[in-house]
């Protein structure tokens, strides 16, 4: 790379901007040139780890955009104003990064897809799309190892959004920091579905070749003194009779990145010729085939910069006009937000939803 990408970060309501912005700050060939919030308060932590100076911090969105003129700007708002963030930022032309998911419906999503304009990048990150055993599962499965991908079964989640911050550092969950949450905020897309269930649909899209589901039908549950859910499961049939299930869940025993909880976190997918067990952060995946039914222990692949992380891999296909694919482009990943919407109206209405 011979460019050096200027990249702002704008908003921080998802915790997940500490993590990308420190991937900005360890790349050799990006800098951070400018971050904003609506409450200065919230970005301390990020001034203090990256040593940001005063005069790139800023507390309005124009100011900030007119003043650093990124290459690329990460959004991380609640994920209700992830339309409402791209229409703003959409006609300065810039690149933009979305940390999952998507949108907090269709609408949403359709917006922001509208907004984007000809030679600009709109960009999903999936975090788990970096999980080593969850791309080792794609790369097997794109050899044609297990056949046809006929069902994906998804389990997914962690002890809370307010468990841990930046860098998986561990918080304390208390009544107040609930109530002042975001996360726990329906107006905000709050709600264990919204935030983990586009994980399950979009990796499956990515997985299945972007077959879509024709019935989803989906329950949810948890604290019932609580406006939003910690826990769904929902069931995709598609059109040649197969059955998925995602489920999510805020609330696991233990956070998947520390000790994997049980039920595991992570992917079981069948194909015509084979399954794959793929769990989040395990050192193998498990594949069976028609040659070794009784299965195997694969070792999950080293992943290699810039392939092992959202922001090296970004600026690697912006450096080389090379098309964002899987679970980061806008086409699978609207899949995904597909099914979420199905899914989320099939809650409401307690029925199932048909595609």
């Not at 308060?41 to 507390?59: D, H, K, L, Y």
Request: hydrophobic letters at 35%; one cysteine or more.
């Amino acid at each position: 790379m011979s460019k050096t990408w200027k990249i702002a970060g704008i908003n921080f309501d998802h915790f997940h901007i500490g993590d990308l912005l420190r991937q900005t700050f360890d790349h050799p060939n990006a800098e951070i040139v400018g971050i904003c919030d609506e409450d200065p308060s919230r970005m301390e932590e990020a001034i203090e780890n990256f040593s940001i100076p005063a005069g790139q911090v800023f507390t309005d969105i124009d100011e900030c955009m007119k003043a650093t003129d990124p290459d690329l700007v990460i959004i991380c708002a609640s994920t209700a104003r992830h339309a409402e963030y791209v229409e703003k930022l959409a006609p300065y032309g810039k690149h933009l990064f979305v940390e999952k998911p998507f949108a907090d419906n269709l609408e949403g999503a359709d917006r922001m897809l509208a907004a984007i304009q000809e030679g600009q990048q709109l960009i999903i990150n999936w975090p788990l799309r970096w999980y080593p055993s969850h791309a080792t599962a794609f790369r097997l499965i794109h050899e044609g190892r297990i056949g046809t991908v006929r069902e994906v079964h998804f389990y997914d989640g962690n002890r809370g959004p307010l468990a841990h911050g930046a860098d998986k550092t561990v918080l304390e969950v208390t009544a107040e920091r609930k109530a002042e949450s975001w996360f726990y905020k329906k107006s905000e897309g709050g709600g264990s579905l919204l935030d983990y269930l586009g994980y399950g649909t979009t990796l499956a899209a990515w997985y299945n070749g972007g077959v879509i589901p024709t019935e989803v039908t989906t329950i949810t549950g948890g604290d019932p003194s609580l406006e939003v859910d910690e826990h769904s499961i929902t069931i995709c049939r598609y059109a040649d009779g197969t059955l998925s299930k995602f489920e999510t869940k805020w609330g696991t025993f233990s956070d998947p990145w520390t000790h994997q909880p049980q039920p595991k976190c992570g992917f079981n997918i069948v194909g015509t010729e084979g399954t794959i067990a793929s769990y989040d952060l395990e050192p193998s995946i498990r594949i069976q085939t028609r040659d070794k039914p009784e299965g195997e222990e694969i070792p999950s692949d080293d992943l290699q910069h810039p392939f092992h992380a959202p922001i090296p891999y970004v600026l690697h296909c912006l450096e080389n006009n090379l098309p964002i694919d899987g679970p980061l482009s806008p086409e699978t990943s609207r899949i995904g937000q597909l099914v979420v919407d199905a899914a989320f109206k099939s809650a409401e209405i307690k029925s199932t939803v048909t595609i």
